[in-house]
């Protein structure tokens, strides 16, 4: 028995039987769904909800992937559109931010570095430079950019800082003088309490009720 379909996941038919066999099934859509020649677009919308109705999931991946003009070209369409919005996204800037921060800070250099090797390759036709990671024509979502993530962070209000040195090293030796900054504690207390009450995080443990908060003051 004759296989059905051929490598590129066309029937075997003649040409010419194929060719009449579409243009009678399209005529036929145009009929069914109220299109005109003038205006095929409810016939095309007809066949795909078809398709989308009658077909299960996993026979109309199969039969997309063996058609080429899908995979190649609409499909990159729909996830390039789509990869662009994340790249954008505030999800995908904190997801950047895990990546900076997540278990020790990495540093601008190792950042970018793995901000290269997450999305790019070496292009193999040119000596230096590198071209995006690709499935099925589309490319993998970049995480944000070092310089964009650096101003994201820098913007982000964490409160008046106070130098160490300046304000609380007076009359010391410069070996006995340290470097770092400091908050007021007050302040900073207030910025927690908006954060906890407004992340609602059922991991939180209140103190008594919720949105209760036990502060402890030691003396040194």
């Not at 036709?125 to 024509?137: P, Q, S, Y």
């Amino acid at each position: 028995m004759l296989n059905k379909y051929n490598e590129a996941g066309k029937l075997n038919l003649a040409q010419r039987t194929s060719r009449k066999r579409k243009s009678e099934l399209f005529q036929a859509a145009i009929e069914i769904n109220g299109a005109t020649e003038e205006d095929p677009s409810p016939a095309y919308e007809g066949l795909i909800d078809t398709l989308e109705s009658k077909v299960s999931a996993k026979k109309l991946s199969e039969i997309i992937s063996k058609k080429n003009k899908i995979k190649k070209s609409v499909v990159p369409l729909l996830l390039k559109k789509e990869t662009a919005s994340f790249e954008n996204s505030h999800e995908n800037m904190l997801r950047s931010i895990c990546i900076y921060y997540g278990k020790a800070v990495c540093g601008k250099k190792k950042y970018r570095s793995m901000y290269k090797h997450i999305s790019f390759i070496k292009n193999p036709k040119k000596k230096e430079n590198l071209k995006r990671i690709k499935i099925m024509n589309c490319p993998m979502p970049r995480i944000v950019p070092c310089h964009k993530l650096v101003n994201f962070v820098k913007s982000i209000d964490i409160g008046s800082l106070h130098s160490v040195k300046e304000t609380l090293c007076h009359g010391l030796d410069e070996d006995d003088q340290v470097s770092g900054v400091y908050r007021d504690l007050p302040k900073f207390l207030v910025q927690l309490a908006t954060f906890y009450l407004t992340e609602h995080n059922s991991s939180f443990q209140w103190f008594g009720e919720e949105n209760r908060f036990k502060i402890i003051k030691k003396m040194l």
